[in-house]
C-alpha cells in the first residue's frame, strides 16, 4: 500500500485517478475547492479535504495533513478550458482580458500555488513523482492548426513553470521527478463541446486515462524530470 495525492479530485480525470488508486489498495487524499461529493462515503481508504487555495492557511493546513502521509505520487488535475457563457477563440478578435485571466487563474495560477507549496516536501521526499496534467495543445512547436489563444497560452506556460521548477528540484532532489503529462483527449466537461469531433477510438473514458497515467507514474524515472510527456510517457516537444 503506497500514498497517492490528488489535487482536483472533483473533476472527471482526478476522480478517476482516486478510484484508479484505491482500487489497487492504496490510500489517496483527494483535496479539492469542492466539499467530497455522495460517492466518497463509505471509502476508508479516500481522504477528501476541501481546501480554498486562494487562502494560503487553508492550503498549508491541507497540505500538512496531506504530506504526513508520505505521498509518493501527486497529481495536479486542475484545468479550465470553457464555460456556459466562454467557448475557446477560433480568432485573436474573441480574445477578452476576462477569458485570458480566467485561463491563466485556473491552468497556470492555481498549479503554481500548490507546486510553491509542496516544493519544500519535494526537496526532502526520496523518490517522490509529481505529475501536473497539461495538454498537448500547450507545445509551442507541435501548434499547426492555431486557436484556442488563451488555452494553449497558459498551457504553454504551466509548461515552463514546471520545467524550470524541476531545474531548481533536480538540485535539491536528484531522485524526485517532475513533469507535465497530456492525458490524451478523454470525455470530460472540459472536452464535452469538442467530442464530436475526435474519432471514436481518440476519445477515452475518465478510466481508461486514469489507468494509462498511472502507468506513466509508475515508470517515471528521475532522468525524465522537466519533460513534457504524452498519456504513453514518450515525451513531446515544448
Ligand atoms: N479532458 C481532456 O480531453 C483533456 C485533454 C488535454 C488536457 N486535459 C487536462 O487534464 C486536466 C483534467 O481535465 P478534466 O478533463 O478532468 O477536466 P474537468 O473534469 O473539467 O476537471 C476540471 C479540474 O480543474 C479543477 N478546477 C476547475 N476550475 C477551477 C478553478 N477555478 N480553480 C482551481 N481549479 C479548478 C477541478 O478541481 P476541483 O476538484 O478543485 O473542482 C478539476 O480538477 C486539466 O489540466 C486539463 O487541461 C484534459
Same mark, same amino acid.
Given at each position: 500500500?503506497?500514498?497517492?495525492? %490528488?489535487?482536483?479530485?472533483? &473533476?472527471? %480525470?482526478?476522480? #478517476?485517478?482516486?478510484?484508479?488508486?484505491?482500487?489497487? =489498495?492504496?490510500?489517496?487524499?483527494?483535496?479539492?475547492?469542492?466539499?467530497?461529493?455522495?460517492?466518497?462515503? =463509505?471509502?476508508?481508504?479516500?481522504?477528501?479535504?476541501?481546501?480554498?487555495?486562494?487562502?494560503?492557511?487553508?492550503?498549508?493546513?491541507?497540505?500538512?495533513?496531506?504530506?504526513?502521509? #508520505?505521498? =509518493?505520487?501527486?497529481?495536479?488535475?486542475?484545468?479550465?478550458?470553457?464555460?456556459?457563457?466562454?467557448?475557446?477563440?477560433?480568432?485573436?478578435?474573441?480574445? @477578452?482580458?476576462?477569458?485570458?485571466?480566467?485561463?491563466?487563474?485556473?491552468?497556470?495560477?492555481?498549479?503554481?500555488?500548490?507546486?510553491?507549496?509542496?516544493?519544500?516536501?519535494?526537496?526532502?521526499?526520496?523518490?517522490?513523482?509529481?505529475?501536473?496534467? @497539461?495538454?498537448?495543445? &500547450? @507545445?509551442?512547436?507541435?501548434?499547426?492548426? =492555431? &486557436?484556442?489563444? @488563451?488555452?494553449?497560452?497558459?498551457?504553454?506556460?504551466?509548461?515552463?513553470?514546471?520545467?524550470?521548477?524541476? %531545474?531548481?528540484?533536480?538540485?535539491?532532489?536528484?531522485?524526485?521527478?517532475?513533469?507535465?503529462?497530456?492525458?490524451?483527449?478523454?470525455?470530460?466537461?472540459?472536452?464535452?463541446?469538442?467530442?464530436?469531433?475526435?474519432?471514436?477510438?481518440?476519445?477515452?473514458?475518465?478510466?481508461?486515462?486514469?489507468?494509462?497515467?498511472?502507468?506513466?507514474?509508475?515508470?517515471?524515472?528521475?532522468?525524465?524530470? &522537466?519533460?513534457?510527456?504524452?498519456?504513453?510517457?514518450?515525451?513531446?516537444?515544448?
Amino acid at each position: 500500500m503506497s500514498d497517492v495525492l %490528488i489535487v482536483g479530485g472533483s &473533476g472527471a %480525470i482526478g476522480s #478517476a485517478l482516486i478510484q484508479h488508486y484505491g482500487a489497487l =489498495g492504496d490510500r489517496v487524499t483527494a483535496l479539492s475547492r469542492k466539499a467530497a461529493p455522495p460517492w466518497v462515503q =463509505g471509502r476508508g481508504w479516500l481522504h477528501w479535504q476541501s481546501v480554498d487555495e486562494q487562502d494560503s492557511a487553508s492550503l498549508n493546513t491541507a497540505l500538512e495533513h496531506s504530506l504526513s502521509r #508520505a505521498p =509518493g505520487i501527486i497529481y495536479l488535475c486542475q484545468g479550465w478550458l470553457h464555460d456556459e457563457k466562454t467557448l475557446p477563440e477560433k480568432a485573436i478578435s474573441q480574445l @477578452s482580458d476576462e477569458h485570458l485571466l480566467q485561463s491563466l487563474a485556473v491552468n497556470l495560477l492555481s498549479p503554481a500555488r500548490y507546486l510553491q507549496a509542496l516544493m519544500p516536501y519535494m526537496f526532502r521526499q526520496p523518490g517522490v513523482k509529481v505529475l501536473v496534467l @497539461s495538454a498537448k495543445v &500547450g @507545445s509551442i512547436t507541435d501548434n499547426q492548426l =492555431g &486557436g484556442w489563444y @488563451s488555452y494553449r497560452a497558459s498551457k504553454a506556460a504551466v509548461n515552463m513553470l514546471v520545467k524550470t521548477a524541476s %531545474i531548481e528540484l533536480k538540485r535539491r532532489n536528484k531522485t524526485a521527478t517532475l513533469v507535465t503529462v497530456h492525458p490524451g483527449t478523454t470525455a470530460s466537461e472540459l472536452s464535452a463541446p469538442f467530442q464530436a469531433r475526435v474519432p471514436a477510438a481518440q476519445l477515452q473514458s475518465p478510466d481508461s486515462t486514469a489507468s494509462r497515467l498511472a502507468q506513466v507514474a509508475a515508470r517515471l524515472q528521475p532522468e525524465q524530470t &522537466g519533460l513534457l510527456l504524452n498519456w504513453d510517457g514518450q515525451p513531446l516537444p515544448f
